[in-house]
């Protein structure tokens, strides 16, 4: 594990330059940008063993039901509903929260997106994402669906999902066209058993009112979650940007490091200092090194052992157990 001030003190040592204290300098912050270009590279356009990771948790919102709302006029975007018995880290959050008006006679079956919420005692406050398309039909049943959820914006690539509350294979898909085509109406079934997932695309978060928006790569679950449960996700980790001084590089090995180090200088050569003709066979050695050490690193798909699904060792086959014969990010892939 390396600081941010390390790496760009060994950029600075290769350029025979004096290392320093600080990034804040003019030449700290030019070598720290080139630094993070060079991390992109090495660490995004390729899928290294060392960033999959297999402590992926989700926590899933139930769905929640009430007797009263009171609606605003068509063409507004605030909406009151009460009888609400969770909490504001259920109305909002790295989720998506959708409200069904269940009286409304045009769309009592349909879930609208909530932009943004806040609760008050038992009553929420929200807005939609776009006006209300419905009639003003004030005091009515409601209930709330949430099945899109945005994973942490270190996961690059969902591998595998796993439950904990099944004894059965999720199936799993990387399309999120197949989500809709399956389940037009996702709120048309709730359960805590969930049956499919879907990840891909990016989901805009309902924030707290006044809150700050947020995106995010999207998992889909269906059914509808009607309770709290958890699923735990295998995936790639994505290496955040180097910003301060103090931030780390980690669980990078030495020799993937040592290739980021020599390619930021090879960068600064070419971009910096406009020596190209020195430059580019640098950073071209590099690549070439950096391919050579990947392939060594990387098992070749062909040579790995194949190991058969639990469910056909002495157990009925399962539908449910798909898996895309091509997941992107995945060697082979």
């Known amino acids: 594990m390396s600081t941010a001030l390390a790496l760009v003190n060994r950029v600075r040592a290769k350029r025979r330059d004096a290392t320093s204290s600080i990034l804040t300098d003019r030449v700290g912050i030019a070598y720290l940008e080139m630094l993070n270009g060079a991390m992109t590279t090495v660490l995004e356009q390729r899928t290294w063993d060392f960033q999959r990771r297999h402590n992926g948790e989700l926590y899933t919102v139930p769905s929640f039901s009430g007797s009263t709302s009171i609606l605003p006029n068509p063409g507004n975007l605030d909406v009151f509903f009460s009888d609400y018995t969770g909490s504001n880290a259920t109305v909002a959050g790295p989720f998506v929260t959708r409200l069904i008006v269940l009286g409304d006679p045009i769309y009592g079956q349909t879930a609208f997106r909530l932009k943004e919420a806040f609760l008050v005692v038992t009553t929420v406050a929200g807005g939609f994402e776009n006006p209300w398309a419905g009639g003003n039909v004030g005091l009515t049943g409601w209930r709330t669906v ?22 059965q294979p999720l199936e799993f898909g990387n399309d999120p066209a197949e989500f809709y085509r399956a389940f037009p109406r996702p709120q ?3 359960s805590d058993q969930p049956e499919v997932v879907v990840v891909g695309g990016e989901v805009e978060q309902t924030v707290l009112s006044g809150g700050l928006t947020a995106f995010g790569l999207a998992m889909l679950i269906w059914p509808v979650p009607s309770a709290e449960y958890v699923l735990n996700y295998s995936y790639v980790y994505r290496h955040p940007r180097l910003v301060l001084a103090t931030d780390n590089l980690e669980r990078v090995p030495p020799a993937v490091e040592d290739l980021i180090v020599d390619l930021t200088v090879a960068r600064v050569i070419i971009e910096l200092e406009k020596d190209v003709e020195h430059g580019i066979p640098i950073e071209n050695k590099i690549l070439r090194d950096l391919d050579r ?36 990010g995945l060697p082979g892939s």
């Open 146 to 167: 949430t099945y899109e959820y945005l994973l942490p914006s270190t996961v690059r690539q969902v591998i595998e999902v796993r439950s904990q509350e099944q004894d």
């Open 188 to 190: 048309d079934e709730l």
């Open 293 to 328: 050490l990947h392939r060594n690193h990387e098992p070749a798909a062909g040579k790995r052992p194949q190991m058969l699904s639990h469910d056909h060792v002495g157990r009925p086959f399962n539908p449910l157990h798909w898996l895309p014969r091509s997941v992107a």
